[in-house]
């Protein structure tokens, strides 16, 4: 059996941990540069803002229903996913970690009595953070995922849904939306609703053949989660990330190659110092940039270019500075661009390695510089010292609603007063 913990409307709910005030009132949470809604509380929801909907689509609508607007707080959601995490660990065998709002566990040989267990979970993660949580248990991750959004639509179900009876799986597929399912998504979610095949249990009955030939490995994972036998594996992350990447969307649209240069200079340096996180070293960085796809009648480009190094590396320095040498081939001037991106890839762990017979005194140069840069950034903040090639100020976005980030700076704690 496997388990799902999904945090329910999880950015919203982060928001109203410190504001308890805000229960049971409409509260939507804004994407970079505030321009998209990317979270709704229930209240929201039922006055039909939608998700992913620009904010100035629905403005009226949150001033006439005093719709209460927060500025994405990333410092703060990461914190309480952390703590999240941190406790599901304390209470399950293995964890994996699926993104930043959910998490899958295996059961498998789990002595207590399921149901009972997962309602534990969902209360002592609620009582140890103030985050409410939706739990699904089910013989696959597809069907725990299922489970799981049913806890959170049934407030009869008390946060978990326990799912095992073959009869109640069938009965709960033959009316549950397709394009809910993990895996279907909006690409294929077009294709089967031009066949009006709109639940789960009518994707089951198409011919193996058809979904082998259409949907390829992928449809006939989905298919066997779906009947129940299990088809994707269980990761507990104790492996290193594979890709590490960093990009934003800017407030507006930049046309300077110095300016862009300064900021792919500050997403590569952010890369490398999650690459040193984990110990690991890159053999090739990619940089992109793209103008306003959303601008209707602009010309429009989306550029990218990658180097690979002869030796593998986790140095700032040399990573801003490929960073910056492929901006500089793919900048094209005359265009306005709104966003930009570097990303870390073929990386391999640092520890065991063999040095360059010629690089070694340099990288081991490199490597004590590096020591030092993470030393001093990690006891005085993020950032105190940055490469000439950054600049002077971080890149900032627009936040005109953002939060307090409560539990990760000193001067943003929450103060209480008793009388």
């Known amino acids: 059996m496997y388990g799902l913990c999904d945090c329910n409307n999880f950015f919203v709910s982060c928001e109203r941990v410190f504001r308890p005030d805000l229960v049971g009132k409409p509260v939507v949470v804004l994407s970079n540069n505030d321009g998209c809604i990317i979270a709704r509380s229930n209240e929201a929801k039922a006055l039909g803002i939608g998700m992913g909907q620009p904010l100035y689509q629905v403005r009226t609508l949150v001033e006439r229903h005093r719709v209460t607007l927060f500025s994405a707080n990333h410092a703060l959601y990461a914190d309480l996913s952390h703590r999240v995490m ?23 040989g789990f002595p207590e009595p399921l149901e009972a267990f997962g309602r534990r979970i969902r209360e002592t993660v609620g009582r140890h953070t103030g985050i409410p949580v939706s739990i699904g248990i089910a013989p696959t991750k597809t069907l725990a995922k299922v489970a799981a959004r049913l806890a959170k639509n049934y407030p009869r179900l008390e946060g ?20 809910d399912v993990w895996g279907i998504g909006r690409r294929y979610g077009r294709t089967f609703d031009q066949m009006h095949i709109r639940t789960a249990q009518q994707f ?42 960093h990009s934003r969307t800017f407030p507006a649209e930049v046309g300077d190659r110095a300016a862009l240069e300064r900021i792919v200079a500050e997403f590569a340096a952010r890369c490398a110092e999650r690459l040193r996180r984990q110990d690991s070293v890159c053999r090739s960085i990619h940089c992109y940039i793209s103008t306003n796809r959303h601008r209707e009648g602009a010309p429009q480009r989306f550029e990218t270019a990658v180097h690979r190094f002869a030796e593998p590396t986790a140095s700032t320095l040399e990573l801003v500075k490929a960073a910056r040498g492929l901006l500089r081939e793919i900048y094209r001037p005359g265009f306005g661009y709104k966003k930009a991106g570097v990303l870390l890839s073929d990386l391999e762990r640092s520890e ?14 490199q490597m004590r510089l590096m020591q030092a840069l993470d030393a001093v950034n990690r006891t005085y903040g993020r950032g105190k010292v940055r490469t000439a090639a950054e600049g002077t100020q971080p890149f900032r976005m627009q936040s005109a609603y953002l939060s307090r980030r409560y539990t990760t700076e000193w001067d943003e704690l929450l103060v209480v007063q008793a009388k």
């Open 204 to 245: 089951l009955d198409l011919p193996e053949a058809w979904v082998r030939g259409r949907m390829g490995v992928t449809g006939l994972r989905t298919r066997l989660e779906l009947q129940g036998v299990p088809a994707i594996g269980f990761d507990d992350g104790s492996g290193p990330r594979q890709q590490i990447g």
């Open 352 to 365: 065991g390695r063999l040095p360059s017979l010629f690089g070694a005194a340099e990288g081991e140069r």
């Open 86 to 108: 941190a406790t599901l660990r304390t209470l399950v065998p293995s964890l994996e970690i699926y993104s930043v709002d959910e998490a899958f566990f295996d059961l498998s």
């Open 160 to 179: 978990c849904c326990y799912m095992h009876r073959e009869a109640d799986i069938r009965k709960v597929l033959a009316t549950f939306p397709l394009r």
